[in-house]
């Protein structure tokens, strides 16, 4: 098969000739190896192959609505058991787990072939995708830029052609990010709607497994595969839809009313393409019959910025604390620095941020009684350019210096590196909020910056409201298309 036609396929199509007989699994996994062999040195998505595993897949039996697919892992979360899970870290380079994570499980039984794991930041930390074990991955939409984060590999991999959907995790944005910054759509589901274990329960309550791909309807076909608890799920999802997600893709989401907030707290001036990009879905949001209105600042953006840095701060001290207990040592420094902040975290302050997380979510129910959707940047501007965001030598020399002196409650009285945090969030202010009240979001390709980057607008919905997000987003890709738009890779 060559690759304009394997590229002309989601993986719903090829599925659907595999099924038919029109086509056989190992055509499909040799127009991806193909494609990646041609485009991933310059990319760097696909950090870890897994070949001998893959070719073995195509001898057995294979069934499930995704029957011969071709499909990638992300590196952090998606463990597979005798295959490393590095999740993007030195000290973890050779860590392999004894089990299947439950949606990778999910994902063999839907009949995929699993053939490669994708980079992610250390530890999924950042909106970019530049870790230093596995080296920056690129967007193929201009190399000199980042595909976003942290399911950055799976992105550009999928915008690249070299999969038509990939594995992706969001816990503060990195389904959204990083199919805003190439092109895709990517959905977060709402909190428990796709389990994380059996090593987990729940994740840090405000992470989510899904993917990220070219066609709505694989996402939704996807989620499908993955909704429901497994029996290691702290609680059983209560939001469910009585038939399949796939079924909503084509119905009609009737005329919505929909609030649109342009600027952040943390981020009052969007770049002009950001505020293109949103001015542009509005109109087209109109055009379709639907309702859409400015509406001040939901919650208190700046606080809930802060809060959701604690959390992250202290899982941070938590994931490198339990490298080092595995034997495993190497970290970057960024990642030691925010360790350190968050060990000397108390008690009593992560409980008061996350028993704010409460008000978010009540705030953000208030908005829902009087807007069906919320709709807002997915990025502040363009995709940054690859090693934009670093952290300065002094600051890096001055937090390792405080580090070494397990000093972190005086770094963080110093408020040098929380302000460089926060100042790093300032490109993507918008995403945490559906992290943190556990509801769905995603971001839908709309719109293309001058200089040809993609650039996503992100819609929040309330509970249960994944079939909502689906039907909008299925309207919009009938409307404006962007399945057929190519990166020049040739």
């Excluded at 934009?388 to 580090?403: D, K």
């Excluded at 110093?414 to 945490?432: C, D, H, M, R």
Aim: proline share 7%.
């Amino acid at each position: 098969m060559d690759f304009a036609r394997y590229r002309s396929l989601d993986a719903t199509a090829m599925a659907e000739l595999v099924a038919g007989g029109e086509v056989k699994p190992a055509e499909l996994l040799a127009a991806a190896r193909d494609r990646a062999a041609a485009v991933n040195p310059r990319l760097n998505a696909i950090i870890r192959p897994m070949d001998d595993l893959a070719d073995a897949r195509l001898d057995e039996e294979l069934s499930g609505p995704f029957a011969g697919v071709p499909f990638l892992l992300k590196d952090l979360g998606q463990d597979y058991a005798g295959v490393p899970t590095s999740a993007g870290c030195r000290a973890l380079k050779n860590y392999i787990p004894t089990e299947h994570a439950t949606v990778v499980q999910r994902w063999l039984d839907a009949g995929l072939v699993i053939f490669g794991k994708t980079n992610t930041p250390e530890f999924g930390s950042k909106g970019i995708t530049e870790p230093a074990l596995w080296g920056p991955t690129r967007n193929p939409w201009n190399l000199a830029h980042t595909p976003g984060g942290s399911s950055g590999g799976s992105a550009a991999a999928v915008a690249a052609g070299i999969v038509p959907v990939a594995g992706a995790n969001d816990g503060g944005g990195s389904i959204r990010i990083p199919a805003a910054c190439c092109g895709l759509f990517g959905l977060k589901a709402g909190r428990g709607v796709v389990p994380h274990g059996p090593a987990e329960g729940d994740g840090n309550a405000m992470s989510a497994q899904g993917v990220v791909s070219r066609s709505v309807r694989d996402t939704a076909a996807m989620l499908d595969v993955l909704a429901g608890a497994d029996p290691y799920a702290p609680s059983l999802p209560a939001t469910l839809p009585p038939g399949s997600y796939l079924a909503e893709v084509g119905r009609e989401p009737g005329r919505l009313r929909i609030g649109v907030r342009t600027t952040s707290a943390l981020n009052p001036t969007p770049s002009p393409e950001a505020v293109a990009a949103l001015d542009d879905a509005t109109a087209l949001l109109r055009e379709l019959g639907h309702d859409v209105e400015a509406v001040e600042q939901v919650v208190d953006e700046k606080a809930l910025a802060t809060d959701f840095l604690t959390a992250w701060y202290v899982k941070t001290a938590h994931l490198v604390a339990q490298a080092r207990a595995a034997g495993g040592d190497g970290f970057e420094t960024d990642t030691l620095i925010i360790a350190e902040l968050g060990r000397t975290t108390d008690a009593l302050s992560l409980e008061l941020a996350r028993s704010r997380w409460h008000g978010y979510t009540r705030a953000l129910v208030d908005f829902h009684r009087r807007y069906d959707l919320l709709l807002t940047p997915t990025l502040a501007r363009e995709p940054l350019k690859v090693a934009e965001v670093t952290t300065s030598a002094l600051e890096t020399a001055a937090g390792m210096a405080l580090v070494r002196l397990r000093a972190g409650t005086l770094l963080r009285r110093l408020g040098v590196i929380e302000k460089a945090v926060l100042a790093n969030l300032s490109w993507v202010p918008f995403t945490q909020l559906a992290n943190l009240t556990g509801r769905p979001a995603m971001s839908v390709p709309l719109y293309w910056t001058a200089g040809g980057l993609p650039l996503g607008v992100q819609f929040v919905a309330p509970l249960g409201g994944e079939g909502t997000l689906l039907r909008v987003a299925a309207q919009l890709e009938a409307a404006r298309p962007w399945f057929d738009r190519v990166p020049d890779l040739a």
